[in-house]
C-alpha cells in the first residue's frame, strides 16, 4: 500500500508539473509569437532528480519537485525560467562551450538573457529582485560595452569578478544548470535547426517591433547569434601554390611492375616510388600585426598561435617555408622572419610588441614590395593583416591576396578596399586557443610529476 501511495504521489506530481510548464509555454508564447518556432523545437521532458531546468538544444528538461516549488514560491519563476533557457539555444549559447573559459561563460550567458528577459518584460514573469538586477546590468552594460554574452565574456576575461561578485550576479541572473552544455552531448544537426529557428525569430521580431520599441538588447543579442561566421582555415589555404614536397607519392607509383620484378628478378623492382609529390601547401607568405595601443598583446598572441596551428595541421606547410612577421603601427617597427615551428614558437614566447601609435596601413605594403624586389620571396600568395580597423588603407591594389582580420564587427569603422578580404575572428576563439594550450600544458605537466613521484 505504501508503495502504490508512492507511485500515486509521484504520478500526481509529474502531472502537476506538466501542467505548470504548459503554462509557462502558453504565457510566452501568448505574448512573444515571434518565439512560436523557437518553443516548437524544444518541447518539455520530464527529468526526476534533476534538481532543476537544464536543455541540450533539443529538449527543455525539468524536475517535477523542482517545478512545484517553484510555483509554489513564484508562479512567475517557472515562466522566466523557460524564457531564461530558450533564450540560450535561440543566442547559441550551449554550441560554444567546449573552448572557453566555462565559469566566465556561464556568467556572461546568464546575465545576457537575463538581460533581454527583464528588457522583454514579459507579464506575470517578473520577480523580487528584478529591480536590483536591472542596476547591476545598467552598471555592466555602460563597463562592457553592451550586454551579450560575447562583450560580457571578454570584460569577464579582462576583469574578472571577484568571489563575492560573482556569487552576487549568480543569485540575480542564474536561472537553469548547464551541465548538459558539455560538447560531448551536442549535435551537429541541432546546432543548424537553431540557427534555422535563431533566423527565422529575427525575421519575424521584426514585425513585432512595429507595436512597440525597447528591444535593442534582445535585437543585438540576435545580431551576434546570427552573423556570419568564416572558415577562418578555408581562407588561409587561399595562400597554397603548387610545389614539390619530398615524400613517397603514391598515387602516381605502379605497384604492378613494382611486385613482378620483385617476384621475377630476384627481389629487383622494375620501378622505384617517387620520392616526391606535387601537392597544394602554403609556402610563404606575410602576417602583420597593428601594434597600435587597441591590440591587446594576449590576443596577438592567440592570433599567432590560431594562424599557425590552422596551417600546420593537415600538412598545410611545406618542409620549408618563409613567413615574416611585421609589425607596424604608423611605421614599420620590427620584421620577424619564421622558417619552421622553432622560430615561431621562439617568437610567442619571447618576442615583444613594438609600436603602440598612431595606425597606419600603407608602410607594411610599401615593406612587403621592397622585400620583394630584393628577391627575399619566390611566390608570394598572401598576406593577413591583423588589426582593429583604424587605419589608413593603401589605395593601389597588390599582386598577392590580402585578409584584414578583425575582431568583431564596427558599423563605424571604415571598409576594407575592394580588392581584400575581410574576416571576423571570435575573440572567444582566440582566447580558447590559449587556454587550450593552458590546459594542455598543465595536463602534460600532471603526467610528468606523476611519473616523476612513481
Keep these: 500500500m505504501e508503495k502504490e501511495g508512492q507511485a500515486s504521489t509521484g504520478g500526481k506530481t509529474a502531472s502537476l508539473a506538466a501542467q505548470v510548464m504548459e503554462l509557462a509555454y502558453s504565457d510566452i508564447l501568448i505574448h512573444m509569437r515571434f518565439f512560436d518556432v ?4 524544444l518541447h518539455p521532458a520530464a527529468r526526476p532528480g534533476l534538481q532543476g531546468i537544464a536543455t541540450d538544444g533539443k529538449a527543455c528538461y525539468y524536475d517535477p519537485v523542482y517545478v512545484l516549488q517553484c510555483y509554489r514560491q513564484d508562479p512567475g519563476m517557472v515562466v522566466r525560467c523557460c524564457l531564461h533557457m ?4 535561440v543566442f547559441f549559447h550551449h554550441f560554444r562551450y567546449d573552448r572557453l573559459d566555462r565559469e566566465a561563460w556561464d556568467l556572461a550567458a546568464d546575465i545576457a538573457v537575463e538581460g533581454v528577459s527583464l528588457e522583454l518584460g514579459l507579464e506575470g514573469a517578473s520577480l523580487d529582485r528584478d529591480r536590483e538586477a536591472a542596476g547591476a546590468l545598467q552598471v555592466l552594460k555602460e563597463e562592457a560595452g553592451g550586454i551579450t554574452a560575447e562583450r560580457l565574456y571578454r570584460y569577464f576575461r579582462q576583469m574578472p569578478p571577484s568571489a563575492g561578485e560573482k556569487e552576487r550576479y ?11 552544455w558539455v560538447p560531448a552531448q551536442r549535435l551537429e544537426a541541432t546546432e543548424e535547426q537553431w540557427k534555422k529557428i535563431s533566423e527565422r525569430v529575427k525575421a519575424d521580431l521584426k514585425s513585432f517591433t512595429r507595436a512597440r520599441t525597447g528591444l535593442a538588447d534582445l535585437e543585438k543579442n540576435l545580431e551576434e547569434a546570427t552573423r556570419d561566421r568564416y572558415d577562418y582555415g578555408q581562407i588561409l589555404r587561399k595562400f597554397a601554390v603548387m610545389g614539390e614536397d619530398m615524400q613517397v607519392n603514391d598515387e602516381e607509383f605502379d605497384y604492378i611492375y613494382y611486385m613482378y620484378g620483385l617476384e621475377h628478378y630476384g627481389n629487383l623492382p622494375l620501378v622505384e616510388p617517387l620520392e616526391y609529390k606535387e601537392s597544394e601547401k602554403v609556402k610563404e607568405f606575410v602576417i602583420a600585426i597593428d601594434t597600435s595601443a587597441s591590440c591587446r598583446g594576449s590576443l596577438v598572441r592567440a592570433f599567432l598561435r590560431r594562424t599557425y596551428s590552422i596551417l600546420k595541421s593537415g600538412e598545410n606547410f611545406f618542409t620549408k617555408i618563409n613567413v615574416h612577421i611585421i609589425q607596424c603601427d604608423n611605421q614599420v617597427q620590427s620584421d620577424t622572419k619564421i622558417t619552421g615551428e622553432e622560430d615561431f614558437e621562439k617568437f610567442v614566447k619571447f618576442g615583444k610588441l613594438k609600436g603602440f601609435g598612431a595606425t597606419d596601413f600603407r608602410p607594411v605594403f610599401a615593406y612587403v614590395d621592397k622585400l620583394k624586389g630584393q628577391g627575399e620571396f619566390e611566390n608570394l600568395k598572401g598576406l593577413i593583416y591583423f588589426t582593429d580597423g583604424y587605419g589608413i588603407y593603401p589605395e593601389r591594389m597588390p599582386d598577392y591576396q590580402v585578409i584584414f582580420a578583425f575582431l568583431e564587427e564596427d558599423e563605424h569603422r571604415a571598409p576594407v578596399p575592394p580588392w581584400s578580404i575581410k574576416v571576423l575572428l571570435e575573440e572567444e576563439e582566440l582566447e580558447g586557443e590559449e587556454l587550450g594550450i593552458t590546459r594542455r ?6 603526467r610528468i610529476q606523476a611519473e616523476v613521484t612513481r
Excluded at 170 to 180: A, G, N, Y
Design 441 to 446: 600544458t598543465g595536463i602534460q605537466e600532471e
Design 86 to 89: 530558450l533564450l540560450h539555444c
Design 170 to 180: 549568480r543569485k540575480l541572473f542564474c536561472r537553469d544548470i548547464h551541465t548538459l
Design 38 to 41: 523557437a518553443l516548437a523545437g
